[in-house]
C-alpha cells in the first residue's frame, strides 16, 4: 500500500513527532511504500495566494478557484504546491498527524489543505463526497489533545470528540472522496507519565499493524 504520512507539528521531539516516526518506521517495516510531508520542516507556505501558482489566468482580479481551473489546464502549480498533490494522487492511505488546536487543525495543516486541494483536481464538477476525486483512498486523523478523554465525550465539557472532528473529516476529507477511518486520539500526552506515554504508543503500533483491514466510519451520521 502506499501511504503518505503528514506531520504538523513545530517540535520534533513531541509526542506527535513520536507517533509520527513509529508510523513512518512500523508502515515501511511491514512493506508499505511511504512519502511523507513534515510540513514545519518543510517551512510549508500556508497563506494561499497568488503564490500557488506559476499561471496567471486573470493579473486583475483574484479569484482563486478560476485560477486553480486555469493551472490545470497549464500545469500551473507553484513547486510547493504541485508535488504535495502528486502525493494525494499517488496515496492509498494519508495520516494526518496533529495536535488539536482550538478545536481544529494547526494554521498549517489548514493552510496545507486551502493550497492544495485544488478545484479541477482534487474536487469539481460534481465530483464531491462518494463521487469525489479519491475515491477508493482511505484517510486517518491521528491527533493529540490538551485534555482528558473525558472531557470530549458527549456531554463533556468540550463535547464529543467527533463533533469536533466533524467539519475535519466530513468538511475536507470526505468532500474530496476520501473514506475516513475512526480518529486515533491520545489524550492529553503532556499529563501522561513516561510510562503511560510508551503505552499509548504501544497502542497506535497495534492499530497500524492491521490498518489495511480497517474499514470507514460512517463520518457524514456524526
Known amino acids: 500500500m502506499n501511504i503518505f504520512l503528514v506531520l504538523a507539528h513545530p517540535e520534533p521531539r513531541s509526542f506527535n513527532g513520536a507517533l509520527f516516526r513509529q508510523a513512518q518506521k512500523l ?8 512519502k511523507t510531508s513534515e510540513l514545519y520542516a518543510m517551512q510549508f507556505n500556508p497563506v494561499s495566494g ?29 513547486p510547493d504546491v504541485e508535488p504535495e498533490l502528486e502525493k494525494l494522487e499517488w496515496c492509498d492511505l494519508m495520516i494526518w498527524q496533529f495536535p488539536l488546536w482550538w478545536f481544529g487543525l494547526p494554521a498549517i495543516l489548514k493552510g496545507w489543505a486551502d493550497r492544495v486541494l485544488v478545484m479541477g483536481r482534487t474536487y469539481g464538477s460534481g465530483r464531491m463526497y462518494e463521487q469525489g476525486v479519491f475515491q477508493g483512498k482511505h484517510a486517518l486523523l491521528s491527533l493529540t489533545t490538551g485534555s482528558s478523554e473525558e472531557r470530549y465525550l458527549k456531554g463533556g465539557l468540550h463535547g464529543d470528540i467527533h463533533g469536533v472532528l466533524r467539519p475535519i473529516q466530513r468538511g475536507i476529507l470526505e468532500f474530496v472522496g476520501f473514506s475516513v477511518l475512526a480518529p486515533h486520539v491520545a489524550y492529553g500526552p503532556a499529563h ?28 457524514g451520521a456524526y
Open 192 to 219: 501522561m507519565t513516561d510510562e503511560q506515554r510508551e503505552t499509548a504508543l504501544a497502542a497506535y503500533a497495534r492499530r497500524l499493524e492491521s490498518i489495511v483491514k480497517e474499514s470507514p466510519s460512517v463520518v
Open 50 to 78: 497568488r503564490n500557488n501558482f506559476t499561471s496567471v489566468k486573470d493579473p486583475d482580479y483574484f479569484k482563486q478557484q478560476a485560477e486553480e481551473l486555469f493551472a490545470v489546464e497549464v500545469g500551473g502549480f507553484a
Open 27 to 34: 508502515l515501511a517495516g511491514t512493506g508499505h511504500e511511504i
